[in-house]
C-alpha cells in the first residue's frame, strides 16, 4: 500500500477580511496544483482515494489535481483535517474504512494509494514522524512511502514505511 501526504497548494492572503477556512488558491497555487498532479501520475502516484481537509484551499488543490488526471477520484473532505495535528491525522488514515463506507459509494474497495491533503504543522510534522526525521512541506509539497501493512487500520511506523519518494513545486523542470 503507498501513503501521499500532501501540502495544500499556496492560498491567497490578499483579502484580509476572510476566515483562514475559506481562504483560496493564489494564482502560484493554481499553476503548481495540476503541475504536481502531473508528476504524481507520471511516477505512477496517483491515488485510489483521498482525504482531505474541508478547506477551499485544500478543495481547490484536490479539483486541480483531478482536472489533471482526467478522471475522478473518490474523495471525502472532512473538517476533522482541517489544521489537523499529525496524531490525528494519524487516527483519521486509520478510519479510512469508515470515510469508504460513509458517504461515498459502497463500491469502493479499500484504496492502495491514499493521498491526505492537509495543512502544516500537522502534515509536515506527521511526515517527518514516519521519516524519522524533521521534514518541512512547503505548498502543494508530498512525500510518498510504501507501507507494509495489509490494511489502513495498522499502525503506519518507522519500521513498516518505507519512503519512495517526495516532490516539491520548485524541484520540477
Given at each position: ?138 505548498t502543494a509539497a508530498l512525500v510518498i512511502w510504501t507501507c507494509q501493512i495489509d490494511s489502513w487500520a495498522r499502525e503506519l511506523t518507522l519500521s513498516n514505511c518505507k519512503l519512495l519518494d517526495s516532490m516539491r513545486p520548485?524541484?520540477?523542470?
Open positions: 500500500m503507498r501513503l501521499i501526504l500532501m501540502r495544500h497548494a499556496k492560498s491567497d492572503w490578499a483579502d484580509a477580511s476572510l476566515d483562514d477556512h475559506d481562504r483560496p488558491l493564489n494564482a502560484r497555487g493554481r499553476r503548481d496544483a495540476p503541475r504536481m498532479a502531473g508528476w504524481m501520475e507520471e511516477n505512477g502516484c496517483r491515488p485510489d482515494f483521498v482525504l482531505s481537509s474541508d478547506s477551499k484551499r485544500t478543495r481547490e488543490t484536490f479539483s486541480f489535481l483531478e482536472a489533471r488526471w482526467g478522471q475522478s477520484v473518490p474523495v471525502h473532505f472532512s473538517s476533522k483535517l482541517y489544521l489537523a495535528s499529525a496524531p490525528r491525522i494519524r487516527e483519521i488514515i486509520q478510519s479510512t474504512s469508515e470515510w469508504l463506507s460513509g458517504d461515498q459509494d459502497e463500491s469502493i474497495q479499500m484504496p492502495e494509494t491514499l493521498l491526505v491533503l492537509g495543512h502544516n504543522p500537522g502534515i509536515s510534522t506527521a511526515a517527518s514522524e514516519l521519516l524519522g526525521h524533521a521534514c518541512g512541506l512547503p520548485k524541484q520540477l523542470p
